[in-house]
């Protein structure tokens, strides 16, 4: 099985991909998709859906995970980021109904065994459980590694995290 995760944002998403076979998780790719600081919103949100695409071309994924939002500060930025989320979410559903998501708590206890890890304790993990020589960079795509190895890791109960 191959699992796309997904880490939302608007000026840069992130994604990995992962090869689950049973208990074995493999590392395929991870990166990220940036758009420019100062260019329109709709040119930002084509930037993100057209990423996407390419995405789901390259890897054909089996099931896509994508990351929920939580802000509790910023809600100008929380906003564009649940439009760039939209976008991926569309992207996504267009070619497959084997969409996900997780919540940042979910994520940190599936990944470290404690659902208020902090970012390095996740980092190292995705390293450790993905046999990396180092934690993948930037931020974004290591979380979004963390997205599809919480997805793997909830395969027998994946039903509870489709979205509807």
């Not at 074995?24 to 329109?40: C, D, F, H, S």
């Not at 998501?101 to 980092?123: F, L």
Request: glycine content about 8%; aromatic content about 6%.
């Amino acid at each position: 099985m191959v699992i796309l995760g997904i880490d939302p944002g608007l000026a840069t998403v992130g994604y990995g991909v992962i090869e689950v076979n049973g208990d074995k998780r493999r590392l395929v790719q991870y990166g990220t998709i940036n758009t420019k600081a100062g260019e329109p919103a709709p040119a930002r949100l084509r930037s993100i859906f057209q990423g996407i695409n390419q995405l789901m071309d390259i890897y054909r994924p089996d099931d896509v995970a994508v990351e929920e939002l939580f802000f509790s500060k910023n809600i100008t930025t929380g906003i564009a980021v649940g439009e760039a989320r939209g976008v991926i979410l569309v992207a996504v559903a267009m070619r497959t109904e084997n969409l996900y998501e997780y919540t940042p708590m979910q994520i940190k206890q599936a990944v470290t065994g404690y659902g208020g890890a902090d970012k390095h304790q996740v980092q190292h993990m995705v390293k450790t459980l993905l046999n990396m020589k180092e934690i993948a960079r930037p931020d974004d795509a290591a979380d979004a590694l963390a997205v599809a190895l919480t997805h793997a890791n909830s395969a027998s109960m994946k039903k509870m995290f489709k979205i509807r």
